[in-house]
């Protein structure tokens, strides 16, 4: 169990590293606080701008704060998980890093283990990055975090499988556009009722409405089954096509 922990400890040190080390990782990691930055620019002060008043000027902040927190949310899962561990293992795959890494006694469990805390503690430091650009009230900081960490789990373990699966960078390019869009989906619920009920059935969807709860204060309702059985579903989802897959991904490979 300590020589595992080693490893894998050893392993996440590394991983953490070349994500400051390869300049276009890390500018994707860093995208959704610069798209927060420019919502918040563009959008902050759309209703004061549009001349509303009173309780309806409150209602229409409340509605934009919802917004910019459950873009940022999104935003973070879809772009870091996607980055760190389609493109990330894709790169090593390529450089040949992860069969040296298994040819020299590091098990596929302990690659798995190491990227996918990696990619978790990256979502969560960017996720509060961009929680604090929205201006998110403080008091709501750690059940935003709480949900981004719930649903990065389906998106994590989905991602690793296809990191592996991922032949090139090329390959892993192609793979992450979906997941990514995917991910996306909560944040277009505002643009029509047709695409709100579907994205309240999509990995982020279920999270996406439990920070809203949260930001009215009814998260322990009884509003939030629905949004958490979904992405309940969504993490036994994932983790079945983890166990299913990845084995024999690592082997191929």
């Not at 910019?68 to 973070?76: A, E, H, I």
């Amino acid at each position: 169990m300590n020589a595992t922990l080693r490893k894998v400890g050893a392993l996440a040190a590394k991983d953490l590293a070349d994500l400051f080390k390869n300049p276009t990782m890390l500018v994707v990691i860093l995208m959704p606080i610069g798209f927060m930055l420019l919502f918040r620019l563009v959008i902050g002060d759309t209703a004061a701008d549009a001349g509303l008043a009173g309780g309806a000027l409150d209602a229409a902040n409340q509605a934009i704060g919802k917004f910019l927190l459950g873009s940022g949310l999104c935003m973070s899962v879809g772009m870091v998980t996607t980055m760190v561990l389609i493109y990330g293992i894709a790169e090593e795959k390529e450089k040949h890093t992860l069969r040296t890494l298994m040819l020299a006694n590091v098990s596929a469990g302990e690659i798995v283990a190491s990227k996918g805390g990696v990619a978790l503690v990256a979502t969560v430091a960017v996720g509060a990055a961009c929680f604090l650009v929205a201006g998110g009230d403080a008091s709501l900081l750690p059940a935003y975090l709480a949900l981004a960490v719930l649903g990065d789990v389906p998106v994590v373990l989905i991602s690793l499988v296809l990191g592996l699966a991922s032949r090139d960078q090329m390959t892993a390019g192609f793979f992450s556009v979906p997941v990514l869009l995917l991910a996306l989906v909560p944040t277009f619920g505002m643009a029509s009722e047709a695409i709100e009920g579907i994205a309240v059935f999509t990995p982020l969807g279920g999270v996406y409405d439990l920070l809203g709860l949260a930001a009215d204060g009814r998260l322990f309702t009884a509003d939030s089954l629905a949004p958490v059985a979904v992405t309940l579903v969504w993490a036994v989802v994932g983790a079945a096509v983890f166990a299913a897959l990845h084995r024999k991904l690592a082997r191929d490979n």
